[in-house]
Every structure is written in structure tokens, then in C-alpha cells.
């Protein structure tokens, strides 16, 4: 969801391999895909030329971002909306504007910046990565695919989007909207299985283009399909530049028949607690006594449990006396 917004302008690499808007990128047929008779040289230049001309307009897009901008904005996506991240997004890059940046604060400060995007852990592991790049790295986000494996808090995805968005390099980048695209397109199927599978990276890497610049291009172009088109619910078909090609379309929509599509809850859970427990401390700026703790959720066996892991999970420090604080180490 990170890529530049035209290719000329994204990188080095981009700039030096990727075709010209119009062009026909030079593509690596699929192998053995599901459907069959649906390869990457039908897909890239349709979904690469719609990217190009409906492609939305985002911070981590331009080119002032750097890898850096890429990397923060992918850490803050993972399930939150682009809407919640924009604010967040600025504000961080504006105090943090390099990894060193970060890495010289206190942990429990990148915690207190991530306000409530959700899933607070991500803040932890983001200034993890920082200090991991100012140490092994000299401050600079490194390009090359297995020294991003390599930092702490970034798996698959996160080194191959960064590898990809930030520097063109060719690599399969497979997010929920990625993967929903292909299953459909594809696969023909309405929905991706609930967790990633071997069958899906393989399709994956067989639908990549053989040009780096064009793959990177294609990774961002798929990412913004799924995002914009070929949502979870309400598809717009009509505005698809694949439409005609896809399998599931073809074969009438077929309804989902795998296992049910997980729901979130959020209410009344142990996640709604930790939020409420976090905002405290994200408010304070001394440590905060129980008794203010306990006055944000009713239940305390709950309420307990929820504090409990925050601890467990380094975003809550516990202090002598019955006292909490973000954390400092």
C-alpha cells in the first residue's frame, strides 16, 4: 500500500528499468496456476495503467518519505485503515524523521505517539527496528531483503513490501487486498483462505514480472486494486480493468464456500481494556497509581488480566508502591 504513485519518480530502480506509462512490461508467464488460463502478461499492464491514472495521493508515496516514511507507514497499516493512519503518520515522521531518531527516545514514547491506532505492540517493534538500524546499519533502512528479515518486529511481508515500495526491487508482496485480488482474478474464488498459504506465494511469484521496476510497480498497483475495487464487500466490478478477465466474475460470482471469514469484535474484550488501561498512561506523564487503573473497566478479574498482559508484553512497567508508566527500557 506504499509504493510511489508513478514510476519515474519512485526509485533508482524504478527510474532505470521501469517501462513507460503504456507500455507492456516485460512479464513472467504463471506456471500452474489454479484457474489455468489466466497468467501475469493478461493482468500487469491493465492493473499498471489504472494505477497510474486512479492511484491515490499518499505521504508514504512521494519521494521525500525515503525507506524510513515506507517502513513506519507499513508497520501502521497492518489491520488499520488508512484514514486512522494519516494523522498519526505525519505526526510520527515530523518528531522521528529518521530510525536514529526514534531509537534515541524511550520505548514507552513510541507507544505514547501510536494513540489509538490499535495493536500498540506494533509501536514497540517499529522502535525495535530503529534501533536495530541505527546500530547495525549506520541509521539507513537497509535495501537488501534479508538484512530487513533481519530486524526485529519485520517478517515476510513488511522486508519484501519495504525491499519493493522503497528501493524496486522484485519481490512478491502479499497483503489481504493482494491476495484477495488473485484468489478472485485468479483462483477464482470469492475470498483468500483466512491465512496465508504455500499455494498463494507460489502464485504469487509466478504472476511477478520479470523487471524489477515493473514488479515493484505491479506489487503497489495489485495492493491499490484490492483496496479500492475489489474490496472484501460491495466489489466494483465495473470499474475493474480486469473485470473481463477474471475468473471469479466469468464463472458468475460463485458464493464462498471455504471456512467462515473470521469476524473482529472489539466490545467487551480483553483488547478493549488494554486500550482503555493505555490511554491512561499515554495521558500521563508520571507514573500512574492502580487506583486510576482500575476506574476504566468494572470488572477486575478482567481488568487485572488485561494489565497483566500489557506487562507481559513490555508496553506497561510496573513500579514499587502500586505505580505504572509507559516503559523507559
Not at 152 to 180: K, M
Not at 285 to 297: E, M, N, Y
Request: proline share 10%; with cysteine.
Amino acid at each position: 500500500m506504499t509504493a510511489p504513485t508513478k514510476p519515474p519518480h519512485s526509485s533508482p530502480a524504478d527510474a532505470a528499468s521501469g517501462p513507460r506509462h503504456g507500455e507492456r512490461p516485460s512479464c513472467a508467464p504463471a506456471h500452474g496456476t489454479p484457474a489455468g488460463e489466466i497468467s501475469g502478461i493478461h493482468l500487469h499492464s491493465p492493473v499498471i495503467d489504472w494505477f497510474d491514472d486512479h492511484a491515490r495521493d499518499l505521504p508514504w508515496r512521494r519521494p521525500e518519505a525515503g525507506a524510513w516514511g515506507v517502513m513506519v507507514s507499513e508497520f501502521m497499516l497492518q489491520q488499520t485503515p488508512v484514514s486512522r493512519v494519516l494523522p498519526v503518520y505525519e505526526e510520527w515522521l515530523a518528531r522521528w524523521p529518521r530510525p536514529a531518531d526514534l531509537a534515541a527516545e524511550a520505548p514507552g514514547e513510541a507507544v505514547r505517539a501510536w494513540g489509538r491506532l490499535g495493536y500498540p505492540r506494533r509501536a514497540l517493534r517499529l522502535h525495535g527496528a530503529a534501533v536495530a538500524i541505527t546500530e547495525r546499519h549506520g541509521g539507513d533502512v537497509p535495501s537488501d531483503h534479508a538484512q530487513l528479515l533481519a530486524l526485529p518486529g519485520i517478517g515476510e511481508y513488511t522486508a519484501a513490501a519495504v525491499a519493493s515500495f522503497a528501493y524496486g526491487q522484485r519481490h512478491a508482496v502479499l497483503d489481504t487486498n493482494v491476495r484477495r485480488v488473485f484468489a478472485r482474478a485468479v483462483t477464482g474464488v470469492q475470498y483468500p483462505p483466512n491465512a496465508t498459504t504455500a499455494a498463494e506465494r507460489k502464485l504469487a511469484r509466478a504472476l511477478l514480472p520479470e523487471d524489477e521496476g515493473t514488479a515493484a510497480r505491479w506489487a503497489a498497483a495489485s495492493m491499490e486494486l484490492g483496496a479500492l475495487v475489489c474490496t472484501a464487500r460491495n466489489e466494483s466490478c465495473h470499474r475493474c480493468p480486469i473485470a473481463a478477465q477474471c475468473a471469479w466474475r466469468v464463472a458468475g460470482k460463485p458464493e464462498h464456500d471455504g471456512p467462515p471469514r473470521r469476524g473482529q469484535t472489539y466490545a467487551g474484550t480483553d483488547r478493549q481494556v488494554r486500550g482503555k488501561l493505555l490511554a491512561v498512561l499515554r495521558d500521563a506523564h508520571a507514573p500512574v497509581p492502580q487506583a486510576a487503573l482500575d476506574r476504566v473497566w468494572h470488572e477486575p478479574v478482567q481488568r487485572a488480566r488485561a494489565l497483566d498482559g500489557l506487562v507481559a508484553d513490555g508496553l506497561v512497567e510496573p513500579l514499587p508502591g502500586g505505580l505504572y508508566r509507559l516503559p523507559l527500557t
